[in-house]
């Protein structure tokens, strides 16, 4: 009986939880204007779906990004762009990225998985 109950808390946890959690809801961070006035409103940036195999979106609550750009774990720039919010990581390999968004002179990051 005991086996049986860790079986099924052990698919509970292995299945059905990271397919609720992993795309559902994109990961967000709120920028902080308590340090330095901008001439931007407190924005919101997400990125979505994450974690991705080919491509993120950028998504923002105010004002569009000036400049993202995509570090490794070590700090390596990969890839940057100024012309949209729209990135193709298909490219790099699996693993945990950075993505660095730039409004003005402030400057985000946000963390993504490449599966």
Same mark, same amino acid.
């Given at each position: 009986?005991?086996?049986?109950?860790?079986?099924?808390?052990?698919?509970?946890?292995?299945?059905?939880?990271?397919?609720?959690?992993? $795309?559902? $809801?994109?990961?967000?961070?709120?920028?902080?204007?308590?340090?330095?006035?901008?001439?931007?409103?407190?924005?919101?940036?997400?990125?979505?779906?994450?974690?991705?195999?080919?491509?993120?979106?950028?998504?923002?609550?105010?004002?569009?990004?000036?400049?993202?750009?995509?570090?490794?774990?070590?700090?390596?720039?990969?890839?940057?762009?100024?012309?949209?919010?729209?990135?193709?990581?298909?490219?790099?390999? $699996?693993?945990?990225?950075?993505?660095?968004?730039?409004?003005?002179?402030?400057?985000?990051?946000?963390?993504?998985?490449?599966?």
């Amino acid at each position: 009986m005991t086996k049986i109950l860790f079986t099924l808390f052990a698919c509970l946890i292995i299945f059905i939880l990271p397919a609720q959690t992993s $795309q559902s $809801q994109p990961l967000a961070y709120k920028t902080d204007s308590s340090k330095k006035k901008s001439n931007h409103k407190d924005a919101e940036f997400s990125i979505f779906p994450n974690a991705s195999s080919n491509f993120i979106k950028i998504r923002s609550t105010g004002a569009p990004p000036d400049a993202i750009s995509v570090h490794d774990i070590a700090g390596t720039k990969l890839m940057e762009d100024k012309s949209g919010r729209v990135l193709s990581i298909y490219s790099l390999p $699996q693993g945990i990225y950075f993505v660095y968004v730039r409004l003005g002179n402030k400057t985000e990051k946000i963390r993504f998985e490449k599966l």
